[in-house]
């Protein structure tokens, strides 16, 4: 198993998740007994998001604090994620609880011999809206790229940091930076594995990724991929 990880959450007004789910993921990985580090990326919040992920950065533990003065994105908050891990390997999930970090362990077990680990939703919890569009956006995305995944947009995974500096740069924003991700490493080479894992309820907080701006410009990115890579 691996020895040295880098972990990184990106966070948009997650102030009522971010310190539960940061404690939490110190928590699996002091158990695990790996050297680790963990990064925040602010993504320009507008509640008290910041102040919180400063006090857990000052708290004298392994966690430090990227804040961007403006949002940009989900994809924006992957690239300086990856940009800014010190590790081999690196896991990123969602801020907002509706991960399980402890399921980290079933990646580890796959790094032998995999350089991306996916986790795929067993029992995704969000509304019906986001489930439709997700998978009518899923099968746009492999009939137009061919990415073969059991769900791409899944928030949690494991890859090698090694994968990122390959596929650099990534020219996409929003939903598609993990498609051109993807779609990159694997005409590289690289190999897959998915993991299930469970997806729980979102407590605190709304979501934002079907905002109607962001599905457009995500529209509009993925023909542009498209375009670059056929």
Same mark, same amino acid.
């Given at each position: 198993m691996i020895k040295n990880i880098s972990v990184f959450f990106p966070?948009?007004?997650e102030e009522k998740n971010i310190e539960k789910t940061v404690k939490e993921a110190e928590k699996t990985l002091k158990g695990l007994k790996?050297?680790?580090e963990i990064i925040i990326i602010d993504d320009g919040s507008l509640d008290k998001t910041p102040q919180i992920t400063d006090d857990l950065a000052s708290s004298g533990s392994k966690v430090r604090v990227i804040?961007?003065?403006k949002n940009l994105g989900y994809g924006g908050a992957l690239k300086t994620g990856f940009k800014n891990a010190k590790f081999p390997w690196v896991a990123f999930?969602?801020?907002d609880g509706q991960f399980d970090f402890g399921e980290i362990t079933f990646f580890l077990e796959k790094t032998d011999w995999a350089d991306l680990i996916l986790g795929y939703r067993l029992n995704r919890n969000d509304s019906i809206s986001?489930? #439709?569009f997700t998978f009518g956006w899923a099968l746009i995305v492999r009939v137009l790229l061919g990415l073969?995944?059991?769900d791409y947009s899944c928030g949690f995974k494991l890859i090698k940091k090694e994968v990122f500096d390959t596929v650099e740069p990534l020219h996409t924003e929003e939903k598609v930076t993990q498609i051109e991700?993807?779609?990159k490493a694997k005409k590289a080479g690289f190999k897959f594995a998915e993991i299930g894992v469970h997806h729980y309820t979102r407590v605190f907080g709304a979501e934002t990724g079907a905002n109607i701006n962001v #599905?457009?410009?995500s529209i509009v990115d993925l023909f542009k991929l498209w375009w670059q890579l056929k």
């Open positions: 966070a948009y007004n790996l050297n680790y804040h961007h003065p999930t969602d801020s986001r489930k #439709v073969k995944v059991k991700f993807l779609v #599905v457009i410009k």
